[in-house]
Nanobody, 126 residues
Framework: QVQLVESGGGLVQAGGSLRLSCVTS????????MGWFRQAPGKEREIVAA????????FYADSVKGRFTISREHAQNTVFLQMNSLKPEDTAVYYC???????????????????WGQGTQVTVSS
């Protein structure tokens, strides 16, 4: 069983920055894929970024490329999402998720992930 706890959300003005954290506990294997998703009211959950725990291969949605950075810290069992140059359209509940990946890669679809955190709200004002 894996538990995920997100933190770091909040209210920020457009152009500002936030750093989200996702602390993992339980059995984490090196071949896990970690993803950050977001869901705005009335919209489907969408991938933001993903990383492989072992290989550090990364993926970014086009909408956040150049603004967001995903990273992981083994010693802290934590995955981070650094969000810069935030826009009002980034407003959403952000979730982290994890799933075992057999070949050191990542997943981009929500139904490919097994464990989910409870989410953290990010609100960007204009």
């Amino acid at each position: 069983q894996v538990q995920l706890v997100e933190s770091g959300g909040g209210l920020v003005q457009a152009g500002g920055s936030l750093r989200l954290s996702c602390v993992t506990s339980g059995r984490i294997f090196s071949s896990y894929a970690m993803g950050w998703f977001r869901q705005a009211p009335g919209k489907e959950r969408e991938i933001v970024a993903a990383i492989n725990w072992n290989t550090a291969k990364t993926f970014y949605a086009d909408s956040v490329k150049g603004r967001f950075t995903i990273s992981r810290e083994h010693a802290q069992n934590t995955v981070f999402l650094q969000m810069n140059s935030l826009k009002p359209e980034d407003t959403a509940v952000y979730y982290c998720a994890v799933a075992w990946h057999p070949s050191g890669g990542y997943y981009t679809k929500s139904n490919e992930y097994t464990y989910w955190g409870q989410g953290t709200q990010v609100t960007v004002s204009s």
